[in-house]
């Protein structure tokens, strides 16, 4: 082991950071060139070792101090505090308690972190009578008692009914909420409804939530489907927030569509008169478009995906394909992988992987004998001649799949990409690009369309593009003839949509100029300084109901603007927060379009061609449980990464 020696005191160099004050600078053997030694810095509470900042920097010294336990503790103990607070949020994703390490133990509050962990990290209820792990905590805390798992069972059942009441009062508070909703299956053939309320809160960060997953009774018709949605937005007291609901295409989703559009008619809780209510998965569309293209290449997976199989089957022959890899100057760094097979965005990266090493499966081949799914020549260039298209596909999978950031605004310029390629495939004089371009195109036009006012909107109000994505855009998806009428269409529902909200607006400043006039009346009939009052307030009512009505409307001012310069870390909610006193209405309006989503599905699971299917543990547990742990786990996640994300704002 090396061992650290300090360096002499006065070589050190004054440092300004108050970092310093928990770091020394030490000399330590070079592991890289030996008998050399190399400059380090070492904390003093636990002497991990960190480069010497050259630049001055000290961002990674502050951030070991900021997850550092033992630094934490020696700070409390000189305090002469009794208990350590941390944070292990991004290592856990949890809040964790105060920690007494003083010998005071609460049983309670352990209890409560272990049924926590349980359901964040989708641990079994039996791990709470495992020997290990009674071990472990027996270790920490000798006065801790062992847990049985049904007691961390209603544990965590009563974490998901405490937590739930939290978010009911949470959601009374925000504007309009969009629903994803689609289904899951268990190994046990029952069928699950997950449904999340997406929504922008107060801080104008983009929140969502899991509010469902409830077993679904067979049939799985469209009318059930609306009836156990509705029903859950009723136990929830959130059915007059509701402002889109994002499907996959299915027939018995748009029957579920239509008849709960018809419920919130007959309440009168309809948002913009349903013209946006139903959103159709574009993750889902898209994979409709990638299946196409599978199955043209589908003997040139297959041979892939058992050359990779073969090789990394055995060390040896591994080591000799790697090999044949350095002697033909290719890069080792990124070697091959396997696919999981329902999910197309790992086949489409199993194929770009394998496509670099083509001359390298020839010169295997000739090798071994016994290797017998070399790709043909002719498959390979039927995969250079689609490679665009997946690529293409992937990326706009990707973004549209988000759930942490708003993804309808960026809807237009994937889009026009896809588009793109698909035109340029079924106007090519390659007869296979030709005919698989026009099938996809084909597909494309059937259900983009539906959605396009919607998210042209979107677009409008990211202050990067405004009408300018629409202008530059339209030409490129409609014919000559359609563009100008469909710019004016999106144009005039705008502007529609923007009278909505200022006819709400007006009603609110009504309604408070008409209690200031109250108060007003009640100081006159006081003394001659309250009279006075009574006249100063309702001249500066006055003033304010001129200026509006001479003053440009939010919209006109926002769109007079010139568009901000394009910029890929452009964060669209911080900036309308920013501007939400510039624009009060139209803030609105941009609050709840954008927390739109297009897709029904995380990004971990768009990929998927299979459907979305339960692991084998909570497929074993009762319906009830299943939707108590995995509500939970979406609460408990969401509230940390907003609990961080309002201390960076802050």
Known sequence: MVEDDELPKSSRKRKHSDVWDHFEEVEV?????????????????????????????TTTMKRHLDGCFAHHGEENIKKGQGTLNFDAADACGIDLPVVNFSGGYD??????????????HEYPFRMVEHFWFNALMKTLNP?????????IKNECLQIFKS???????????????SLTCDLWTSNQTLCYMSLVAHYIDSEWNMQYRVISFLELEPPHTGIVISQAIFECLSDWKIEDKIATITLDNASSNDVAACQLMSKFKARGSVFFHGKFFHVRCSAHILNLLVSDVLKAIE??????????????KSPSRLYKFTEIVKSLNMSTKRGLRLDVPTRWGSTYKMLERAFSFKNAFLHYADLDANYKWEPSSQEWRLYAKIRDILAVLSMATTVFSGSTYPTANEFFLLIVNVKKVLNDASVSTDKFLHDMGNAMLQ?????????????????ILDPRYKMDLINFCFPKIYVASDIEHNID??????????????SDHTANLVAAEKKVDNQAVALENGTSSNSLMAISTQFRTFMKTTAKK?????????????ALNHSEDFDVLLWWKQNSSRYPILSKVAKDILTVPVSTVSSESSFSTGGRVLDNYRSSLLPYTVEALVCSASWIRGSQKKKKANKVSS
Request: a positive charge.
């Open 29 to 57: 053997l070079s592991k890289k060139k030996k008998g050399e030694t190399e400059r380090k810095v070492k904390c003093k509470a636990c002497s991990k070792l960190y480069m010497y900042p050259k630049t001055g920097t």
């Open 550 to 562: 001479v003053s440009k409307s939010d919209l006109v001012a926002y769109l007079d603007e010139a």
């Open 107 to 120: 049983h309670a509050k352990i209890r409560e972190l272990i049924a926590t962990m349980i359901i964040v």
């Open 143 to 151: 006065s801790y008692q062992k847990t049985s798992r049904t007691t």
């Open 489 to 502: 269409s999106v144009s005039s529902t705008l502007k529609e949509l923007y009278e909505h909200y200022e």
């Open 299 to 312: 003997p040139l997976i297959e041979n892939i995906r058992k050359t990779v199989k073969y090789l990394k």
């Open 163 to 177: 937590r739930k009441e939290t978010l009911k009062k949470e959601l009374k508070h925000v504007g309009k909420i």
């Open 443 to 459: 597909k494309f036009e059937k259900y983009w369309k539906e959605c396009s006012t919607l998210l042209s909107i979107a677009s």
